[in-house]
């Protein structure tokens, strides 16, 4: 399929234009908020942009069957934790630890269906797992987690990698060639000779741990799903594969995630990554270059046009979490206003359908006998040309700079 998309955009439409003026006239409200009004308003204004999302997707003729959350781990600096991409599997800073210990208190107003079972899916490297533990709302009803290998980073530095013990960074190292990868080799050696003391992987493991107990503990997680996609090693614990998928390969294992996770009816599925992950599936699903800023959550919706094609939305606007404050913060990002690019057919959409599904039927693949892509006057949303200079990152690190770069 060539870059369909199930509606055009026309930004000169008055009611594209309405839409952007009341998210841009919310979003300053919510950021406006002094510390007191936060915690008595925050919940209602996120109420009011996800109505306002709600509103725009209908009057468009489509429906949402469901909703999806991206947020990236908090901050995990170059230096300060990553050291320059050298320490193994770096975690969060303590300072962001400290600053989000009560965020959790005011992300149930992220969910679109907070009353419905809510499905996470967390990426097995420490911060991530640090993040998802400390976001998770407070006193949710119901949610099934699990570590998913392809919301792993996409890094080829000891940072980025999901490395738990100095026996698995010393046997990655042993793997390599110095002529197919030499700055690899030389980036594991420097990793190895400078941090691989069994300190620090009691650290990492100590930290590993503690999220994870976190997130066993909230209502309806079992271990067996949260540990579904790894493999129980001789220690008892369990290990994830997360060098062996291509950043292709990442993306559709993503893909297929949000569709496998959204067919049971509406619901929230909560992603928990890495920036150089998401920014790939952004530009790859929607053509949004963007980067991530630390905590930041991208807020995205399945749509449906008609029995059988479905599509993923992105709003104009992300909600980042405030390092400094651990309040929730709104960032207007007119260009991300997208379609998805190629959008594929439901898996699940009524009973007939339920049916075929159940008896084996792979729905989720586009039939070009049955999508109609719907005629739309208007064109595509373009993405602007220009990029935002951001500072450089350690090799294969993600950007790390908190300057704004959803105007790319």
């Not at 699990?146 to 000891?158: M, R």
């Not at 090799?395 to 790390?400: A, R, S, V």
């Amino acid at each position: 399929m060539g870059k369909d998309r199930i509606l055009d955009i026309d930004p000169s439409a008055a009611t594209i234009i309405t839409y952007k003026q009341k998210i841009a006239a919310l979003i300053e409200k919510l950021n406006s908020l002094s510390p007191d009004e936060y915690q008595i308003q925050v919940n209602a204004i996120l109420h009011q942009i996800k109505e306002t999302d709600h509103q725009f997707i209908l009057n468009s003729g489509l429906n949402v069957t469901g909703h999806v959350l991206f947020s990236r781990h908090g901050e995990s600096a170059t230096w300060g934790q990553k050291k320059l991409g050298l320490n193994p599997n770096a975690a969060l800073s303590e300072q962001a630890i400290d600053n989000m210990s009560h965020t959790n208190r005011s992300t149930a107003g992220l969910l679109h269906y907070p009353d419905n079972l809510t499905r996470i899916a967390v990426s097995p490297l420490v911060r991530a797992k640090q993040t998802a533990s400390l976001l998770i709302p407070a006193n949710l009803a119901k949610a099934q987690i699990s570590l998913q290998p392809a919301l792993s980073e996409n890094s080829f530095t000891p940072s980025g990698n999901n490395i738990t013990s100095l026996e698995q960074l010393k046997k990655e190292y042993a793997q390599m060639s110095f002529w197919q990868t030499p700055l690899k080799v030389i980036i594991f050696k420097l990793s190895i000779w400078f941090y691989g003391h069994s300190s620090i992987f009691e650290q990492i493991q100590k930290k590993s741990a503690q999220a994870d107990e976190t997130m066993l503990h909230v209502p309806g997680v079992t271990s067996q799903d949260y540990f579904s996609q790894g493999q129980l090693n001789n220690e008892g614990s369990y290990t994830f594969d997360t060098n062996s998928l291509s950043e292709d390969q990442k993306i559709r294992a993503t893909r297929q995630l949000i569709r496998d996770n959204l067919k049971h009816g509406e619901s929230d599925f909560w992603l928990f990554g890495h920036g150089n992950n998401f920014k790939s599936f952004f530009n790859k699903t929607f053509g949004i270059k963007s980067t991530f800023e630390y905590a930041e959550t991208r807020s995205i919706y399945n749509t449906q046009k008609e029995p059988g094609v479905t599509s993923l939305f992105s709003p104009p606007y992300t909600f980042v979490i405030d390092q400094g404050t651990g309040r929730i913060r709104g960032k207007y990002t007119e260009n991300t206003l997208a379609f998805e690019i190629n959008p594929w057919t439901l898996t699940l959409i009524s009973d007939s359908t339920k049916k075929m599904h159940e008896r084996g039927l792979d729905l989720t693949k586009p039939r070009p006998s049955q999508v109609k892509q719907p005629k739309v006057e208007g064109e595509i949303l373009e993405q602007p040309k220009t990029v935002t200079p951001t500072p450089k990152s350690a090799p294969g690190e993600e950007n790390n700079s908190d300057a704004p770069g959803s105007t790319i």
